[in-house]
């Protein structure tokens, strides 16, 4: 289906040049000279790549159908990771590659969003929090709270962040999978 782009909206998935972008951000533009334009931040589906796209008012483009499947995460098989459609207990592989981000919020039983273009697997959609198990930090000191300060936080599955000073191994935390930060103890 063609868009153009007056019908450009954050989410929105087009194919541009053979490739599968994702609009993160977008703003029209209409300078005192010359003619209208369309300056766009796209997330590349394939490579995970970020880049500025600046496009003619009115440019038409490919709309790229992208389904997305619920399916529960299982277990890594070497380098790659399996996952389960909850409806028809189908199982598919992914590359560790491909995934690489998302591998730091996965854990065994996780129900994640599975984009896939045709028959091509994009990679994976994660809730907007998860709530992991701190494996390492540094023990809390009485009396650090007050400062208000931060230190480094290793997650059982290997993402470090920085976390408050009370925070010690074995607490439960919830996790912003957007930015890789610290929201609050589970």
């Known amino acids: 289906m063609a868009i153009s782009t007056a019908d450009f909206k954050n989410g929105l998935t087009i194919e541009v040049d053979g490739a599968i972008w994702r609009i993160v951000s977008f703003q029209h533009v209409k300078p005192g000279k010359g003619g209208a334009f369309v300056r766009s931040k796209l997330k590349n589906l394939r490579t995970g790549a970020v880049q500025e796209k600046t496009f003619r008012a009115g440019a038409k483009m490919e709309q790229a159908q992208i389904d997305t499947r619920k399916m529960q995460y299982l277990y890594a098989d070497g380098t790659d990771h399996v996952f389960m459609d909850m409806d028809t207990y189908d199982q598919i592989s992914i590359p560790g590659d491909q995934i690489k981000d998302e591998l730091n919020y996965l854990q065994e039983n996780m129900e994640v969003s599975v984009i896939q273009f ?69």
Do not use: H
Request: no cysteine; charged share 15%; proline share 6%.
């Open 118 to 186: 045709g028959s091509e697997t994009l990679g994976v959609e994660l809730p907007n929090t998860v709530t992991l198990e701190v494996a390492e930090t540094e023990p809390g000191i009485k009396g650090d709270t007050a400062s208000g300060g931060s230190k480094p936080a290793t997650m059982t599955t290997g993402l470090t962040l920085q976390v408050p000073f009370f925070v010690n191994q074995g607490d439960k935390l919830v996790v912003n999978t957007t930015d890789g930060t610290y929201i609050s103890r589970a």
